[in-house]
C-alpha cells in the first residue's frame, strides 16, 4: 500500500513538472514588430510541421541570408489549408512576415504565396495585408 500512494505521488510530480516544461517553453510574439510587414522571397531550405510553431527555413533571393520564419502551430495552420508537405525544400516562394525587432533574420509569419500564385496562411482566409487592422 505504501508503494502504491509513492508510485502515486511521483507520477503527479512528474506530469506537473512536464506540463510545467511545456508551458514555460511556449513564448510570446513580442520580439517582432507587428508595426512592420516585409516581403521575402527566395528557396524553401526546410519546412518544420511541428508544435507549438511550425518554422520556415528561407534563403533569401536577395542576398543569400537564411531566414527562420515562425509560424503558427499544425493545427491553425491545418485550418488556414496549410499540410505537412505544403512546402518541400527547393520550392521558391514569397513570405510576408513580420521581422524580428533585433533586425536578425527572423519573423513572424503572415501568409505566403507560392511561385504559382497560390496563397497559404491568414490571407487567404480573409488576414494579411489587405485585411482591416485590430
Given at each position: 500500500?505504501?508503494?502504491?500512494?509513492?508510485r502515486s505521488v511521483a507520477?503527479?510530480?512528474?506530469?506537473?513538472?512536464?506540463?510545467?516544461?511545456?508551458?514555460?517553453?511556449?513564448?510570446?510574439?513580442?520580439?517582432?514588430?507587428?508595426?512592420?510587414?516585409?516581403?521575402?522571397?527566395?528557396?524553401?531550405?526546410?519546412?518544420?510541421?511541428?508544435?507549438?510553431?511550425?518554422?520556415?527555413?528561407?534563403v533569401s533571393d536577395k542576398?543569400?541570408?537564411?531566414?527562420?520564419?515562425?509560424?503558427?502551430?499544425?493545427?491553425?495552420?491545418?485550418?488556414?489549408?496549410?499540410?505537412?508537405?505544403?512546402?518541400?525544400?527547393?520550392?521558391?516562394?514569397?513570405v510576408h512576415v513580420h521581422?524580428?525587432?533585433?533586425?536578425?533574420?527572423?519573423?513572424?509569419?503572415?501568409?505566403?504565396?507560392?511561385?504559382?500564385?497560390?496563397?497559404?496562411?491568414?490571407?487567404?482566409?480573409?488576414?494579411?495585408?489587405?485585411?482591416?487592422?485590430?
Amino acid at each position: 500500500m505504501k508503494m502504491t500512494a509513492i508510485r502515486s505521488v511521483a507520477l503527479g510530480v512528474s506530469a506537473t513538472l512536464l506540463c510545467s516544461t511545456f508551458a514555460f517553453a511556449h513564448h510570446s510574439f513580442a520580439m517582432f514588430d507587428r508595426k512592420v510587414e516585409v516581403v521575402l522571397t527566395g528557396a524553401v531550405k526546410e519546412f518544420q510541421w511541428v508544435n507549438p510553431h511550425s518554422y520556415i527555413q528561407l534563403v533569401s533571393d536577395k542576398d543569400g541570408q537564411n531566414w527562420t520564419i515562425e509560424g503558427g502551430g499544425v493545427n491553425g495552420l491545418a485550418r488556414e489549408g496549410w499540410k505537412r508537405d505544403s512546402l518541400k525544400p527547393g520550392d521558391k516562394i514569397s513570405v510576408h512576415v513580420h521581422p524580428l525587432r533585433s533586425g536578425a533574420p527572423g519573423a513572424e509569419l503572415l501568409w505566403v504565396q507560392r511561385a504559382d500564385g497560390t496563397i497559404l496562411g491568414n490571407k487567404a482566409a480573409g488576414g494579411g495585408p489587405d485585411a482591416p487592422k485590430p
